[in-house]
C-alpha cells in the first residue's frame, strides 16, 4: 500500500502513496480520524462538583498499621485516567478538587503569590510513612486530630517521594431536610408531602446533563446531551389561547369598563376603545410563550451556568415534596423566593423547567427594563405590573389596570402554571418589596373569591458562594433601565471572575387557606402598638410596661391593595414576612459565608490560616446543632482554600517560612468591608436569638459594672432572669423580627424565654442557685448537727391556699467549652445593626424637617459614609431604621399638597430626649 522513498534533502524523509484504494476512501478516513480525536478524548471527561460525596470506600485501606496497594486502575482510583483528568480540570480552574471528591489525594500549598499544587504521578503505597501535620498547621503545637493514631488518614508518596494524604469526606452525604413548615400558623400541613426517608435521597447538580437525561445513548449522544435534554422537556400547563377573550368577559373587568363607559352612549366605538385599552394593558403584563424561543435560550442558560457556577446543588428530598405538591389536583403552586441577584429568576425558571414542573411566570419587581429586554423576557415567562400602577398603587380597584392584573392573576392560577413571587428587591435584603406585597394580595384575592379553591406556597431560599454581579447591584441600581447590553456585559464580567457553588432549597409547601384562616381569627384584638410599649422605657416615663405580657405589636403598613380590608392588609404582611422568614430559615449556608464571618467579626487583624481552619470547624459545628444545613461537603483544608480564593481579592496573605503557616489579614477598606459584610450576612439569621441574647447579656453588664467595681470578675455576677427578660424584650421590641430572620406569629414572651433557653443550652449562662436553697436538698450527716435540716419546717396543708412567690431563676456567665469568644463574637454580629440605629439617631440633628421620605434616606446614606470611611452604609438598614423611628413616634408623617413628608414628633424635638434614645441604642452596642 505505502511505498517508501527516503530524500536526504533537507525536507526530510517523504512518503509517496500509491493507488491501491481509491481518493474518496482516505477522505472519508481523514474524517474519521479528526472526529474520533475531537470527540471521544472529551467524552471522557467528568466534571466535578461541590456535591456531597457518594460513600465508597478509600482506595487504600490499613491493616495492623501497614497501608496494602491500590487495586488496579479504576473509576474510582486516583491512578486512573478519570481521576487525573479531573485533577487536571480542577487545576485549570483554581479550585481544589476534594471538594468534589474528598477521597482523591492531593498536596495543596498556599503562599502569597498564589496557589501552587504538585501534579502526582505513580502513587506507590509507603510502608513506612510518617504523618505530616495539617496543612498550615503548628510543627511545634499541640498534637492534631489527624495524626498517625487516626483511622481515617492514610498516607501514600509519589515516585518523587512527596507524600499525600487520603481523608474521608468532611460533611457526609446525609443532611438535614430543613424548610418545614411553621406548626402553629399551619399544623395541617405539618404532615403533608413529607416522609422520613426524604431526609436520605441526597443531592444532585442540576446543571449536570448527561446522556442518561436523555432518551439517547452513544458518544456523540454525550456531545449534545444538553440539547437532547431541554428539547425534551416537557411544558405541562400553559396560558390559555383565549385568555383575551376571557379577561374582556370577566365580570370585574365589565364592571369597570362600564362604569368607565356609562357618561358615552355605550354604542360600539366605545366598547370597542376599551376592548382596545384591555388588550394594552394585557400585553404590557405578558405575552404568549415561545417554547422555540425558551428551550433554545434555557439551553443557552445551561451553557452559562456551567460557566458561572461549579455546581447548582438540589435537595432531592425536597424536590420530590414539591413535585408530590404539584400532582394535587385542581391546586396551583406559587414559589415565594429570597432574592439575591438579577440571576435569580433565570435560574429558578430553568430549575422548575428542567425538574418537570413546567415554565413558570416569573414577577419581574420595579427594576425597569429597556423596551427589548422586556419583550425577549415575556416570551420567556416574566410577568410586569403596569407603569401606572407602580406609579399609583392606592388606585387599583377603581382603575382598568387593577382589574386587569387581578383577573390575568385568576387565569394563570386556574391553568395551574407555576407562579413564581420574589419577596426582596436587591440589595435591600430581609425586607418585604412593594410588588411583593401587590403581587401576594393579588393571589389572595383569587383564593377569596373562590376562583381556586386553594394555593400551595412553597418558600425558596438561595444561597451563593459569591452573588453573580453583587458589588454592581447597589451602585447601578435606579441608575438606568436594565438593557440586552448591560446583561451581556454583566454576563462577560462574571465570567472573568472565580467560579463558586449554588444551592437552592425548597420549603415544605403549605395551605393559604389554612394559613389565612388561622391568622384572621383574633385580628379584631390586635396587640399594643410599639409606640405605647417602648417609648415610656427609653424616655423614662414608664419603666413597667413591658413587665406585662407581650404577645403581639401590631403597626399599622402601607396599603397593599384596594378591595381588602385592614385585617386583610395585615394578613398578606404576615404572610410575606413568614415566607420570607422562611425562605431565609431553609437557605443553606455556603463556605465563603463562613470564612467571611470569621474575619469580619473574630479576626478583622489576621489570623494564622491554621487557627482559621480550626474555627472554621467550630463555626461549622455551631451551625449544624442549630440544624441549618450547609452548602457543601469536601476537606477541611480544600474547604478553607476555596473560600480564600474566592475572596482572595479583598484578603493579603503572607507565607511565613520559618513556621510553615500562613497570615491571613483583610483589607482595611470600605469596599473590603462592604463584600466581607454581604457574604457574612447569611450567618445572622442562624445565631438571631443566641446575638440578641447576648447583646441583652452586655448591656446587664454595663448596667452593673459601674457599681461592682473595675476588679469583679464578669463571671461572678448574678443576674436574675427577670432582668435578662426585660432586656431582651427590648432589643427585640426596637429591631424588626424580618431583620433577624424570626417568624412573626411567635409571641414576643415566648421569644424572649427561647431564647433565654437557647443560651444555657450553648453554655453561655449557668443556672445559679441561691444560697438560701442549697442547704434543704443536702442531705449528708454534718458533724456538731443537733437536729436535721426539715425538723424545722412545716408539711401541713394550712397554708397550701396562700400566694407564696416562685423563687426566682437566677444566671451567671460562663464560657463554653471548645467555644472561646462565643459572646463577643455574637455581640459582633449584631454590631453593624446597631451602630447603623445609633448613628441615624445622630442624624436627626442635622435635616431641615420636614422632608420627603426618598430624599430622607438618601441624607442618610450620605451621612453614614462620611460618619465612617471604613465601614460602606446598607441601605436595607437604613430602611428598617426609618422603620422603627416611624413605629416608635420618633418619625411621623405629615400630609401635604406635594405627598407625604417627615418631621421629627413632639417628644424627640428636644435634644435631651434624642440623646436618651441613643444611649438606650448604644447600651446593646459591643464598643
Known sequence: MWEGKVNCSSTGARLRRTNSFPQGFWRVGCWVGVLFYFFFPLSLRCKPSISPPRSRSLPCKVERGVPTPPPAPCGSCPASPRCRQLWLWGWGCGVSLPLADPLLPMSLQLSSRGLSRTHPQGLIPAPNAVPKPPWGADPTGPASPRSSGDPNMKNWVCDSGQKLEVFIPFLGKYRPLLGRCCQTCTPKSWDGFYHKHLSSLGFRDAIRVTEEDTRYRGWLVRRVCGFLAVWDWKVPADTPRDLPARICCSRRVRDVATGRSRGSRGDGPSHRRWKEKILEILAEIQAPLSLLMLRLCNWALLKLLNRLFLGVQLHRGQLEMVLRAARTSNVPLVFLSTHKSQLDGLLLSFLLFSQGLGAPRVTVGSQACSPRLRALLTRLGAIFLPSRMEQAPSDQEEGLLGAVLATYVEEVLRSRQPLLIFLEEPPIALRLSAPAQQWLAMVYRAVRDGAVPDVLLVPVGIAYDVIPGGSQQEGARGVQPLGLGACLWATCGALRRNRGCARVDFAQPFSLQEFAAKNLVGQSCRGKWLEELLLPTILGTCPSQLDAKVTEVWNPGPATAAGLGVEEEILVTKLGLHSLSDGVACSAIMAVGITAALLLHKHREGVFLSRLMQDFAWLLEEILLRQRDVGFSGQLRALVQHSLTLLRARLTLYHLAPIGDVLVVPEASAVAL????????????????????????????????????????????????????????????????????????????????????????????????????????????????????WAGMDFTDSDSDSQDEVPKRCFKLSEPQGSPGLLLFLCRLLCPVLRTYARAVAFLDGPSWPQPEPAYVEALLQFLSEENAFEHPDRSLALSSLQTFKEMGVLEEVWTPAGPLLRLAQPFQSSASRGKLEAFIQQFTWP
Open 674 to 789: 462592604r463584600e466581607l459584610g454581604r457574604h457574612s450576612a447569611a450567618v445572622l439569621p442562624v445565631f438571631a436569638s443566641e446575638a440578641v441574647g447576648a447583646c441583652a447579656i452586655h448591656a446587664l453588664l454595663m448596667e452593673m459594672l459601674p457599681f461592682l467595681g473595675v476588679t469583679v470578675r464578669p463571671s461572678s455576677i448574678v443576674f436574675s432572669q427577670d432582668e435578662l427578660h426585660r432586656k431582651t424584650l427590648e432589643l427585640l421590641l426596637l429591631l424588626p423580627l424580618n431583620l433577624l430572620g424570626l417568624q412573626p406569629c411567635q409571641p414576643l414572651d415566648c421569644l424572649s424565654q427561647d431564647i433565654v433557653d437557647k443560651l444555657l443550652l450553648c453554655g453561655l449562662l449557668e443556672a445559679e442557685e441561691p444560697e438560701s436553697e442549697r442547704w434543704v436538698c443536702d442531705l449528708a450527716p454534718w458533724p456538731f448537727r443537733s437536729r436535721w435540716p
